[in-house]
């Protein structure tokens, strides 16, 4: 069972928006300002899309969004495309120097 | 754009040893390499990614609970490799292993992983 919890799976339509959460407890999502999101390809690295809960890395669409109220972040991606479909993981500092993941959440682009 | 390539996975026996390496560019030069902190993360199949193992550019170490004692993380930077030693090995080590570079809380590079199984 993963530290963080995400929804298996989602479903969106190509331009709809959608909004994956991630909860975790007072001790790592709550406690830190230090949610990470990540897009997952089969047989590719894992790709940073968030950080510091709503930070984008440079060359990430700014149709990637983050946020986070007490215990529980949320991606939340615009304007849905083909290509967004992938498996999306969020992670958690959990201090000192560990970390934890969600579980993962497939998204389907109908 | 910083370039990581896992090796040393493959299909092993339970209770044995194997030793993953991670390298990075040749074009990384070694005290850049030194600066990064460095990390190995794995995924078991159908499971979410957990984190396994940290060394820092000072190489301050630390590990995981489920992996303390039976995971020996290392780095070259010389070579430029990342290194992760795994003893008595067990089904549940099982996993794709990556390795990764964090900044800022997060891992902004990842390579692509290298398969681990662990089966009689």
């Known amino acids: 069972q993963s530290a963080l919890t995400q929804p298996a799976s989602m479903s969106g339509s190509p331009g709809q928006s959608i909004t994956i959460s991630c909860t975790g407890t007072?001790?790592?999502?709550?406690?830190?300002?230090?949610v990470s999101w990540y897009q997952h390809y089969p047989g590719k690295g894992p790709k940073l899309i968030i950080y510091?809960?709503?930070k984008r890395p440079s060359g990430v669409s700014d149709r990637f969004s983050g946020s986070k109220s007490g215990n529980t972040a949320s991606l939340t991606i615009s304007g849905l495309q083909a290509e967004d479909e992938a498996d999306y993981s969020c992670?958690?500092?959990?201090?000192?120097?560990?970390?934890?993941f969600g579980g993962g959440t497939k998204l389907t682009v109908l | 754009d910083v370039q990581l390539v896992e090796s040393g996975g493959g299909l092993m026996q339970p209770g044995g040893s194997l030793r993953l390496s991670c390298v990075t560019s040749?074009?990384?030069?070694?005290?850049?390499?030194?600066?990064?902190?460095l990390n190995w993360l794995r995924q078991a199949p159908g499971k979410g990614l957990e984190w396994v193992s940290y060394?820092?550019?000072?190489?301050?170490?630390y590990y995981a609970d489920s992996v303390k004692g039976r995971f020996t993380i290392s780095r070259d930077n010389a070579k430029r490799s990342l290194f992760l030693q795994i003893n008595s090995l067990t089904a549940d080590d099982t996993a794709v292993y990556y390795c990764?570079?964090?900044?800022?809380?997060?891992?902004?590079?990842w390579g692509r992983g290298t398969l681990v199984t662990v089966s009689s």
């Open positions: 060394i820092g550019g000072g190489y301050s170490i």
């Open positions: 992670c958690s500092y959990a201090g000192p120097i560990t970390w934890v």
């Open positions: 990764a570079t964090d900044r800022d809380w997060a891992f902004d590079h």
């Open positions: 007072s001790s790592d999502v709550g406690n830190y300002d230090r």
């Open positions: 040749e074009f990384t030069s070694e005290f850049t390499f030194s600066t990064y902190n």
């Open positions: 510091e809960d709503t």
